[in-house]
């Protein structure tokens, strides 16, 4: 059974920083791309990075490129996302998610689901 289990939200001031985590199990961890996606409330779900961890490919939003940063760990098969400088504008539910062929940011390619964790910047 393919299980993600998000975890790392918390409350943090603007120009924080949080670390969130994705533990996969129940695939082959580096066959697969993980991204992690963000719903704020009131808006549609949006991709915010991935990775392949089979070459260490990765893509980034515009919005968080040069502060978030997206990483592997094959030994542990978990992906973190290291939030840094965040801002009010960061608050949101974060997903990470798994698919075997996809490398990109288009929710609806992806397979598998964690289930999600809240991060929330006060200003």
């Known amino acids: 059974e393919v299980q993600l289990v998000n975890s790392g939200g918390g409350l943090v001031q603007a120009g924080g920083s949080l670390r969130l985590s994705c533990a996969a199990s129940?695939?082959?961890?580096?066959?697969?791309?993980i991204g992690w996606f963000r719903q704020a409330p009131g808006k549609e779900r949006e991709g915010v990075s991935c990775?392949?961890?089979?070459?260490?490919?990765?893509y980034y939003a515009d919005s968080v490129k040069g502060r978030f940063t997206i990483s592997s760990d094959n030994a542990k098969n978990t992906v973190y996302l290291q939030m840094n400088s965040l801002k009010p504008e960061d608050t949101a539910v974060y997903y990470c998610?798994?698919?075997?062929?996809?490398?990109?940011?288009?929710?609806?390619?992806?397979?598998?689901w964690g289930q999600g964790t809240q991060v929330t910047v006060s200003s």
């Open positions: 990775i392949r961890s089979s070459d260490g490919s990765t």
């Open positions: 129940g695939f082959t961890f580096d066959d697969y791309v």
């Open positions: 998610a798994a698919d075997r062929w996809y490398l990109g940011m288009e929710p609806q390619w992806y397979d598998y």
